[in-house]
């Protein structure tokens, strides 16, 4: 488990100069409205407020929505630069949380890379879930289509390891598909969808300097649904087996 000292630190990779600030603007912004699409108007219990744009969009969604996270520093910025409303902050580090409380929907949005232990997360939020209550779990995905075309340039030597930015993040490890879904599978849920964040053929930089439209960015979205395995991150719509 991070100590706050720790969790506190990475939280300049959360401001706007930040090297993938773009790719954090596209994909946070993204990804709670195909949720929203799907699930809405009930309860959510929301992993991480990391930079603030997911926990906004659901808050405008769903009747009840609590958020809890570890790192005081994040939750101070969040209630500095936003109108918390009705969202009911909780700070704690996730494996320690508890309430009674099950939730409709819970949603994991770029949260296993970080923890100590994603078997442990997993099995405890479970029992957080109503019957019949969905998870939506968003993870990086290691072999994305930049990563591959960088491989086979020469200008990576491996897919799975940790890049700069994943460290300053604060990352301990990097899913695709098979290993996301094998996790899941293995603490007793059953896959309901997966779908791709960001069909990325070129590095952040690159994109920038091309100066692209917010068309043909948003369009990389758009396409991305059908490729998960080629998309910069994997969105996971998982539910209980039982």
Aim: net charge negative; hydrophobic share 40%.
């Amino acid at each position: 488990m991070e100590n706050k000292n720790v969790l506190d630190s990475f939280s300049k990779a959360y401001e706007d100069d930040f090297a993938y600030a773009l790719d954090n603007e596209l994909m946070l912004n993204w990804y709670p409205k195909r949720i929203i699409e799907k699930v809405s108007g009930g309860s959510l219990l929301e992993l991480g407020i990391g930079h603030g744009y997911t926990s906004i969009l659901f808050s405008e969604n769903f009747n009840h929505h609590v958020v809890v996270d570890g790192s005081e520093e994040i939750i101070s910025n969040f209630k500095k630069n936003n109108d918390v409303g009705q969202i009911e902050i909780i700070h704690s580090y996730f494996e320690d949380f508890h309430t009674d409380e099950k939730f409709d929907v819970i949603v994991m949005g770029f949260i296993l890379e970080h923890v100590d232990n994603p078997d442990l997360i997993l099995e405890k939020y479970r029992h957080y879930l109503k019957p019949n209550g969905t998870i939506y779990i968003a993870v990086p995905n290691s072999d994305c289509l930049n990563k591959r075309i960088g491989l086979e340039a020469g200008l990576i030597d491996n897919m799975k390891n940790l890049t700069e930015a994943d460290l300053a993040l604060g990352h301990q490890r990097i899913f695709d598909v098979d290993s996301l879904k094998d996790l899941c599978v293995k603490n007793g849920f059953k896959v309901n969808n997966i779908e791709g964040i960001f069909l990325k053929p070129i590095t952040t930089q690159q994109i920038k300097s091309l100066e692209l439209s917010k068309e043909i960015l948003n369009a990389m979205l758009t396409v991305g649904v059908n490729y998960p395995e080629l998309c910069a991150s994997i969105l996971m719509e998982i539910k209980n087996i039982d």
